[in-house]
DNA sequence: CATCAGGGCCCTG
DNA sequence: CAGGGCCCTGAT
């Protein structure tokens, strides 16, 4: 294990999310698998960022409200950094916790008996993903076949064996691998990880990134039917891990045409008290509900949820989340 | 002890 | 277009 690097130099910029802005819903999401590359606690999240060829840590700090919402956002690096830089980051990061959204449509569309009580809890909460197109890949694909205890222990071998350390702000953490590092990998030493038939996935999936042939900046001015198959023809994605690409990482708030194994125990439990419903009912009943906003609302019910089991287990949630 | 499905996807027939 | 195969792990 290397010694984590220090990133000894700080510039701070004033961040301001269009009103009504949640920080802690926005930041931290209690139903993802923990990840050694960010840290939460309560009203300042820190992660780690490779970006503008930059290793970089981030600080966001909530110093506004829900109605006057304002983050300082600090960036930590290795060496000072051009003001052009510390722009470029800057909107990088408002793009990847979505802080320009407007959700007052939302909000105001989507208040029904079955959201009302979280979105009082959690009014403003975006949808976000602190990491790159590239880096969700690999998340996504750690996700799939696997229990949620497989995925975080094949998460914490690939960052040990390809990550790197980064110290700033009293904090150590993880840093993601470029793609070109798993390009270069040998298969071999990926199974040794024990990730099994996905080592061939996490190389092939690395190649075009590696390439410079995928311009992420570009996918997110797509209309959705355009990026679709953009990603659909990315390695290792099909329809279960392009929802969560098109909702996660490029913010389509109707992404929900597809209902995972996991998350339909979920909802039947959460809508119907009942173990197990069609995936076809659940999905109808969103957009009966939610129309083009289905998943922004599916995502506030599905995160208040956990938010309460980390507050108070839930029995039946404890048991799906073990298996 | 053996078998099997699991927070899918690719590839073949 | 249906279904077998793939890595590992924990449940049965």
């Not at 024990?194 to 590696?210: D, E, I, N, S, W």
Request: glycine share 6%.
């Amino acid at each position: 294990m290397l010694d984590a690097i220090a990133l000894t130099c700080a510039q701070t910029v004033a961040l301001h999310p269009r009103p009504p802005f949640h920080f802690a819903g926005t930041v931290h999401k209690p139903s993802h698998f923990p990840t050694p590359d960010e840290a939460y606690e309560p009203g300042i999240h820190r992660r780690t960022m490779r970006f503008a060829g930059e290793l970089l840590g981030l600080r966001l700090e909530d110093v506004g409200s829900v109605a006057r919402p304002e983050v300082a956002l600090t960036v930590f690096s290795r060496a000072p950094l051009a003001a052009a830089v510390v722009e470029r980051v800057a909107a990088e990061v408002r793009w990847r916790f979505d802080l320009d959204a407007d959700l007052a449509g939302f909000c105001a569309a989507c208040d029904d008996e079955v959201l009302g009580p979280a979105l009082a809890r959690w009014r403003g909460m975006r949808v976000s993903a602190g990491v790159s197109l590239y880096e969700f890949l690999v998340i996504v694909v750690l996700l799939q076949n696997a229990t949620v205890r497989r995925t975080v222990q094949m998460m914490e071998s690939l960052f040990r064996t390809y990550g790197g350390r980064v110290a700033f702000d009293g904090a150590e953490l993880a840093t993601f691998w470029p793609p070109a590092v798993l390009d270069a990998a040998p298969e071999e030493e990926l199974r040794a990880l024990k990730v099994g038939y996905r080592a061939r996935t996490l190389k092939r999936q690395a190649v075009p990134f590696a390439q410079g042939e995928v311009d992420e900046a570009a996918l997110r001015a797509l209309p959705t039917e355009t990026l679709r198959p953009h990603l659909l023809a990315l390695y290792g994605v099909g329809p279960a891990s392009l929802g969560y690409l098109l909702f996660e990482v490029f913010h389509r708030y109707d992404a929900l045409d597809y209902l995972p194994p996991w998350e339909r125990k979920i909802y039947s439990h959460l809508f119907y008290g009942e173990e197990l419903v069609p995936a076809e009912r659940i999905l109808a009943e969103a957009e009966r509900r939610w129309g083009r906003w289905k998943m922004l609302a599916a995502h506030y019910v599905f995160e208040d949820l956990f938010w309460q089991h980390s507050a108070q287990p839930i029995p039946w949630l404890q048991a799906l989340i073990r298996l």
